[in-house]
């Protein structure tokens, strides 16, 4: 069974432009995550999808951040302007919606903000 | 007060030791637990999870849960090198709502 895919697994960009992640889940996983990951830190959920519909935004940076998930399969995260506070590895996870909710995790792009 | 605690470690043990891991949580109606395994500048990967009070035993892990303390811990017995790494706590609520991580415990397993 292939894994959570995601590209690019590196990003360097300058304050201001805008950047885009992709995530693929696990075939036949209804739910997707998105999370920040700030060294040193636990990953810090932003969004999540069930199926094409999103169940929690709470911590989406709104006014900067953006994500869809069409036809209920990959996912993108955009950004736009970035700050330099944005430098995080950005993790896509996984799973499944039927009562076992363990969540499996992609590679994770590496972004740097300059 | 932090929504889910981890001692940051670096916890350190010397190979065949068990190593204790632990994790408070906040929220009370927190029902899934997890813990996940994060190798420096890896992904996380899951090794267990909890969802009713007591323990739970998958090979060299123990996983443990008590939610009337709102505690979470694991146990890792005869460690080794190969587990030197961060350890995350995560929890959510039911329908798997919610997840909070916490910013781990770093182990070290000593040879």
């Known amino acids: 069974e292939a894994g959570v895919a995601q590209s690019p697994r590196y990003k360097i960009i300058e304050k201001r432009q805008s950047v885009a992640f992709w995530c693929n889940p696990i075939?036949?996983?209804?739910?997707l995550y998105w999370y920040q990951q700030i060294l040193g830190q636990g990953p810090k959920l932003l969004i999540q999808?069930?199926?094409?519909?999103?169940?929690?935004d709470s911590q989406l940076p709104k006014d900067r951040f953006s994500a869809e998930r069409l036809k209920g399969v990959d996912s993108t995260l955009k950004i736009q302007p970035a700050k330099l506070e944005d430098s995080a590895v950005y993790l896509c996870?996984?799973?499944?919606?039927?009562?076992?909710?363990?969540?499996?995790f992609g590679p994770g792009t590496r972004l740097t903000v300059l | 007060q932090k929504e889910v605690e981890q001692n940051s470690g670096p916890l350190s043990v010397p190979e065949g030791a068990i190593a204790s891991l632990n994790c408070t949580y906040s929220?009370?109606?927190?029902?899934?637990f997890f813990w996940y395994r994060q190798y420096s500048g890896k992904s996380p990967e899951l090794i267990m999870s909890?969802?009713?009070?007591g323990d739970k035993e998958d090979g060299r892990f123990t996983a443990q849960l008590n939610k009337a303390s709102q505690y979470v811990s694991l146990l890792i017995r005869d460690s080794q090198p190969s587990d030197s790494a961060t350890y995350l706590c995560?929890?959510?609520?039911?329908?798997?709502?919610?997840?909070?991580f916490g910013a781990g415990t770093r182990l070290f397993v000593k040879a």
């Open positions: 929220d009370r109606v927190s029902q899934s």
């Open positions: 996870a996984s799973s499944t919606a039927s009562g076992v909710y363990e969540q499996f």
């Open positions: 909890i969802y009713s009070n």
């Open positions: 995560a929890v959510s609520r039911t329908g798997g709502f919610k997840t909070i």
């Open positions: 999808f069930q199926n094409n519909g999103v169940v929690d």
């Open positions: 075939s036949g996983h209804a739910t």
